[in-house]
Each structure stands twice: as structure tokens, then as C-alpha cells.
């Protein structure tokens, strides 16, 4: 059974700081990873896809990697703002098991001004 | 906006009361998902729907139901709801060919259900 772990629960942070999202997984055997960003009472935004032969992707002030091995994914952020606040998911598909996403319990980030 | 959109918004429901929510997917998707998710946790997996049949399902009972339409809409089902059917429930379609499986999920904005 495959289980995601995101750490920490939540972050507060000063603007302008740069952070790291950590998401662990337990079933290394997966097609792909995607991060979404969730804004309280709203449904998901996708922000980036990485397939399992990938290492990493990046958009704009947003980077995510992979690492299958050790069944861990980052999501890192650059110079937050105080716009990136929302609840950050990431979310697996494992094989054999359909198109179904696996999340993590997600991380509750609030930036500062 | 991700073109998966998800009706009605919000719903308020007595306990025992059977519900429909709908989902419409995103142009050119074939495959449909629904998620439960309670307040401050992750969704949940409920079923999956492709070319209109049921593709897997979560650890749901079976009075939660569902229909994918040959348009590949979609509807989600609770009958005899429950207190701790409370929660918000999210759409997501992408596209599935064979055994292609690396493909990115839009979500919809939610339905919240409240039951009292």
C-alpha cells in the first residue's frame, strides 16, 4: 500500500525567504509525482508533473525532484511572496493501480509580508 | 482555469438524504476521478471512471455510486448520506491511452457537502 508523507505540516515564513516542501513516498514504483497548490475551500491547481523517468521540472519560481530510490520529492520556492500562501499537496500515481493519485496530507504554508 | 467543472458549489443535506454531484471534464479527457476530502486532510480516492466504466475504486461502501457519460462527464452518488459524509468533493479528469498512465490530473473547484 503505498503511503505519502509531506513534512512539514505547516510553515510560516518571512517574504522574500526561499523554502523547501518535502514529500516522501513509500512505493517507489510509480509513474509519476504532481504537485498541486490548494487555496483554502477551493479545488487543486497543478503545478508541475514529473514523470518517473525524470529528475526534476521547473516553472518559473518553482522547482520539483525526484528521487525514485529513495522515494522522496522536493518542492523548492524561491523568493516567496506573500501570494504563494495556500496549502501545497504533492500526490503520486502508482503502478497497476489506474490513473489513481495517492496524496500526502499536504503542507500548510503561510508567507509574511 | 483547468476546464473540469464540478456543480453545485455548495450543498446542504439532511442525514439519510441521497445526493448527485456532476462533473465535466476537461475537453479531450477520457478518464474521470473523484476525490473526498475532509477538512485539513489530503483527498481521498473514491473510483475512477473510464469510457464509462468504473476503472477502480477506493475503500468506499458501495452507497457511494457513479456514472461516466459518453461525453465523459461524470456523477458521483451518496445515497443514505451520513454526518461524516461531510467534506469536499473534487473532480479530476486526464487522459488515459492503454497503458499510458503519465499523464497530468485537472482538478475542478469542489463541491462542498454539508450534512446535518
Known amino acids: 500500500k503505498q503511503e505519502v508523507t509531506q513534512i512539514p505540516a505547516a510553515l510560516s515564513v518571512p517574504e522574500g525567504e526561499n523554502l523547501v516542501l518535502n514529500c516522501s513516498f513509500t512505493d517507489s514504483a510509480i509513474y509519476n509525482l504532481q504537485w498541486f497548490r490548494q487555496d483554502p475551500g477551493k479545488g487543486l491547481t497543478s503545478l508541475l508533473l514529473?514523470?518517473?523517468?525524470?529528475r526534476e521540472q521547473t516553472s518559473g519560481r518553482l522547482n520539483a525532484s525526484l528521487d525514485k530510490s529513495s522515494g522522496r520529492s522536493t518542492l523548492y520556492i524561491a523568493a516567496s511572496q506573500p501570494g504563494d500562501s495556500a496549502t501545497y499537496l504533492c500526490a503520486v500515481i502508482r503502478r497497476n493501480a489506474g490513473n489513481m493519485l495517492t496524496f500526502g496530507g499536504g503542507t500548510r504554508l503561510m508567507v509574511k509580508p | 482555469e483547468t476546464g473540469v467543472t464540478q456543480s453545485p458549489t455548495h450543498l446542504i443535506k439532511t442525514r439519510g438524504q441521497q445526493v448527485t454531484l456532476r462533473c465535466s471534464s476537461q475537453?479531450?479527457?477520457?478518464?474521470v476521478s473523484w476525490y473526498q476530502q475532509a477538512l485539513g486532510q489530503g483527498p481521498q480516492f473514491i473510483f475512477q471512471?473510464?469510457?464509462?466504466?468504473?476503472?477502480g475504486r477506493g475503500n468506499f461502501p458501495p452507497r457511494f455510486s457513479g456514472l461516466q457519460f459518453p461525453n465523459y462527464s461524470s456523477e458521483l452518488n451518496v445515497n443514505a448520506l451520513e454526518l461524516d459524509d461531510s467534506a469536499l468533493y473534487l473532480c479530476?479528469?486526464?487522459?488515459?491511452?492503454?497503458?499510458?498512465?503519465?499523464?497530468?490530473?485537472?482538478f475542478g473547484q469542489g463541491t462542498r457537502l454539508t450534512v446535518v
Open positions: 479530476a479528469s486526464s487522459l488515459a491511452q492503454g497503458a499510458l498512465r503519465n499523464t497530468e490530473a485537472f
Open positions: 471512471y473510464y469510457r464509462e466504466e468504473e476503472n
Open positions: 475537453s479531450g479527457h477520457n478518464t
Open positions: 514529473i514523470q518517473s523517468s525524470q
